[in-house]
């Protein structure tokens, strides 16, 4: 963190949020990495944050979550006039949620110091919603501004709550030019629209066998939906039997068998949590994509979105687990570059 | 083909659930057997000095239940037993409890549980299906460990101290026992019961391990549902072990009921609720108290008794054998100068809590009753000695778990232990006559255990105590 000499430029970015709070639910929903690819438009800023290059998580702040939002693009001196050069870099991610808790923002479930779930004052009931003593109940809202000046400069972010101002100016790094986990819209195989806390609900129950890997298999028929893993001590397995009550939308062609790293999918934990409702779908090289509609209190709706690539097939499956799922593996053609 | 299958209930399964709590307090994996009309959750310490037991009743516990023993070759088995990690099944019935302010959106309805133990041809796994609304089937299968559970044996018969109270009164009593202590020290005298929860001090030159604690609550025996305790007779058990059967039983609102005999002779506790019968089993500590004024005097009715004996049995399905050795005689009158015998004789790690000089003055009223009795002070301070022995604790102990590893062997044994018994029982009355057989008895005891490993197995060492 440096200080910011007074620049006569019109910063790139600047914005006011009324409170910290919905920005740090957002973004702690992709806490997994130390730093997060910060991408800042005339629509909002985007926070990537990936993991190997096989696990990618995106919030996406609209500017309707600010109050006020502006942008002005710097005009880049190349002479391409489709290619938009957006203003991008990046900022530690850690440093970036600790400032924006430092009201209190972040309420208590999700803070590093969290209890152990229902310790009878936080039901689960809408989870991340304000209770009767946060800050915003009792009127000590405060406000949030934040500014970019430009390439170089820090991204600042100034909190006023009743009185008390914090500036923190962070760092920002080169960005990494990362690539996106490429997605196959037109060759999706599963899209599935679920209530997002029976997901979090399933991957619960599953990391109690503290497994190394998540099997998602989708059925055209029943069971439909199927998670398991296998741990030390047994295997587990989580079943959406009556499928057209229990998901949205469902529209599986085929059996889509996949797996992923289980504490990659755990790592979303905290979005299934947050959300209302999510969106799985599969590609045909058995790209994961969850995305989480949640809905900020005040923030309208936000989407936060995951990808993940899936492990590479091989024949030699360990049978702990083929008791259900009869080995019909193909070799996945290739993975993910 | 499943051997056992049974379906409980969401209540049931917060019970069985608060049961493996309960058993994970003794042991990290639990035993379980599965006759026709019952299942049995079982867990032994690691020290093999307490052991609990749940009973779930077939027809009562659970909403469904069948146990089809498989026709192997030669006979049908008449029970399943097999041993799991309890860190296993207490994730997977953790939580299930039905909470109100919880959303029921994936509360469990029913719980099925199979059991398949395919000898080669299908998978052995314990599985466990919850069956939650909107039709979400969570299933986990669990390995097991197909070996049959060690029971510990405890001889009703021979209890002749018994009382019996509300599970919510001994909870609260449980409450002000010193989160350090040790030892719980049970002591009835004029229609009182204390409740001594103690540290010993533990010195090792001039550092002090441990220092001394000791919590007295003071009970009238009007709390009691039923109270026949021989008066001044001391018992000493483990709080720990203690605290975990008040734990679960505090939940329940239930009558706790303890049986004993004598220390050195296991302890055990019982209650029952709806379906569910629970039993411990705790080991009790030979007489620890520096200044306990009573030993003499409750060896002494003891020995009137007509079935004084306690044999310390371990039972193992399918076969069961018993082994029992005579418990040295208890005739641990304590001595004025026991501190300073004490202190010459090197113990085996871990040492017994050796009663400093301040706990001892705190419990000196009852010395009259040591002075009562000169004439076999010597002989008694050197039985005293030897019974305090970790290496006589140890072959109780060892007693106290033992399973069927050698059956022609335990005859041998049981046969010479009946006979020293016997001896024992005989000259009890007479001090100078008893010394010797207690002494002998004593020998048996301290040498062996004290050369061996703890570790070893017992029936390597039966040399020792057949001849």
Redesign the interface.
């Known amino acids: 963190m440096s200080t910011v000499g007074d620049d006569n430029v019109v910063p790139i970015f600047k914005a006011v949020s009324s409170s910290a709070r919905q920005l740090f639910q957002l973004l702690n929903c992709i806490r997994f990495a130390a730093k997060v690819h910060v991408q800042i438009s005339a629509e909002g800023l985007r926070f990537a944050v990936e993991e190997s290059r096989v696990m990618q998580g995106i919030v996406f702040l609209d500017k309707a979550l600010f109050t006020t939002f502006h942008c002005v693009i710097p005009e880049t001196l190349d002479e391409e006039p489709d290619v938009i050069d957006l203003p991008n870099f990046q900022i530690s991610l850690s440093a970036l949620l600790e400032t924006l808790q430092i009201f209190g923002a972040a309420d208590v479930t999700s803070s590093r110091f969290a209890k152990p779930d229902?310790d009878?004052y936080n039901?689960?009931?809408r989870p991340g919603r304000q209770n009767a003593f946060s800050n915003q109940a009792l009127g000590m809202a405060g406000i949030c501004r934040l500014s970019y000046a430009g390439i170089g400069s820090p991204f600042s972010i100034i909190l006023e709550e009743s009185g008390v101002t914090t500036t923190c100016n962070l760092n920002t790094y080169e960005p990494e030019n990362p690539q996106e986990i490429p997605f196959q819209r037109d060759a999706m195989q599963v899209k599935i629209i679920m209530?997002a806390?029976?997901l979090f609900?399933?991957i619960s129950?599953l990391s109690?066998?503290s497994p190394m890997r998540l099997d998602l298999i989708a059925f055209p028929e029943a069971?439909y939906l199927s998670l398991s893993a296998v741990g030390p001590?047994?295997?587990?397995?989580?079943?959406?039997?009556?499928g057209r009550?229990?998901l949205e939308t469902f529209s599986v062609a085929e059996k889509w068998t996949q797996s992923y790293k289980f504490e990659m999918i755990k790592a979303a934990a905290e979005a299934m949590r947050l959300a209302s409702k999510v969106s799985v779908r599969g590609d045909e090289q058995g790209v994961l994509s969850l995305q989480f509609m949640v809905e900020v209190e005040g923030g309208g709706i936000s989407f936060v979105d995951f990808r993940f690539v899936p492990f590479l097939r091989e024949d030699d499956e360990d049978n702990e687990d083929a008791?259900d799922d009869e080995d019909e593996y193909e070799n996945e053609d290739d993975e993910f570059e | 083909m499943a051997i056992l299958t049974f379906t409980l209930s969401p209540e049931a399964i917060g019970k069985l659930y608060d049961s493996l709590v309960c058993l994970g307090k003794f042991s990290e994996a639990v035993s379980i057997e599965a006759s026709h009309d019952k299942l049995v959750l079982t867990a032994l310490n690691s020290s093999k000095s307490a052991y609990c037991s749940f009973t779930l009743i077939g027809n009562k516990f659970f909403s469904k239940y069948l146990y089809r023993p498989v026709r192997s070759s030669n006979q049908s088995k008449e029970k399943f037993t097999c041993k799991i990690?309890n860190?296993?099944l207490l994730?997977?019935f953790?939580?299930r409890v039905v909470?109100p302010?919880?959303?029921k959106?994936?509360a469990v309805e029913r719980c099925d549980v199979s059991v398949e133990d395919g000898e080669g041809k299908s998978?052995s796994?314990?599985v466990i299906k919850m069956v939650c609304r909107?039709?979400?089937?969570?299933?986990?299968?669990?390995?097991f460990e197909s070996v049959a559970p060690m029971h510990a044996l405890f001889v009703r018969e021979s209890a002749n101290n018994c009382w019996s109270i509300s599970s919510r009164t001994l909870k609260e009593f449980v409450e002000h026992f010193g989160p350090g202590t040790e030892q719980l020290d049970i002591y009835s005298e004029d229609a009182r019961v204390s409740f001594t929860s103690y540290t010993e001090k533990i010195m090792s030159g001039n550092e002090i391990l441990k220092q001394p604690l000791h919590t007295t609550i003071a009970v009238d025996t009007l709390e009691f549902g039923e109270f026949a305790v021989e008066e001044k007779l001391h018992i000493v058990i483990s709080v720990k072990d203690f605290k975990s059967m008040v734990a679960h039983a505090g939940i329940l609102n239930v009558l706790v009921k303890a049986l004993y005999s004598r220390p050195s002779s296991p302890m055990q506790l019982s209650y029952s609720d709806e379906g569910i019968m629970s039993e411990f089993i705790l080991m009790t500590i030979g007489e620890s108290r520096g200044g306990s004024a009573t030993p003499a005097n409750a060896s002494r009715t003891g020995s009137k008794r007509p079935a004084s004996k306690q044999p310390l049995e371990a039972t193992s399905s399918p076969k069961r054998t018993a082994t029992s050795m005579p418990p040295p005689p208890m005739n641990a009158a304590p001595s004025l100068n026991r501190e300073t015998t004490r202190s010459r004789i090197s113990r085996p790690s871990p040492p017994p809590p050796q009663p400093s000089v301040q706990s001892q003055s705190l419990f000196l009223e009852g010395d009259d009753d040591r002075r009562w009795d000169p004439a076999n002070f010597d002989g008694e301070e050197e039985e005293e000695m030897l019974l305090w022995d970790t290496g006589g604790e140890k072959v109780r102990s060892i007693n106290f778990w033992r399973a069927h590893d050698n059956l022609s062997k335990d005859a041998v044994t049981m046969n010479s232990a009946r006979r020293h018994q016997g001896s024992a029982q005989q000259d009890q009355d007479s001090n100078d006559r008893r010394r010797p057989p207690a002494q002998e008895s004593g020998d048996y005891n301290l040498i062996p255990t004290q050369r061996l490993a703890p570790t070893q197995r017992l029936s390597e060492v039966r040399g020792m105590f057949d001849d």
């Not at chain 1, 001590?233 to 009556?242: T, Y």
Request: charged residues 30%; without cysteine; proline residues 2%.
């Open positions: 229902n009878g039901s689960n009931i209530q806390r029976w609900d399933a129950e109690t066998t069971p001590l047994g295997s587990a397995s989580v079943e959406f039997a009556k009550e229990l008791e | 990690y860190k296993a994730s997977v953790k939580g909470d302010t919880r959303e959106d994936t998978k796994r314990f909107h039709g979400v089937l969570k299933t986990f299968r669990l390995t």
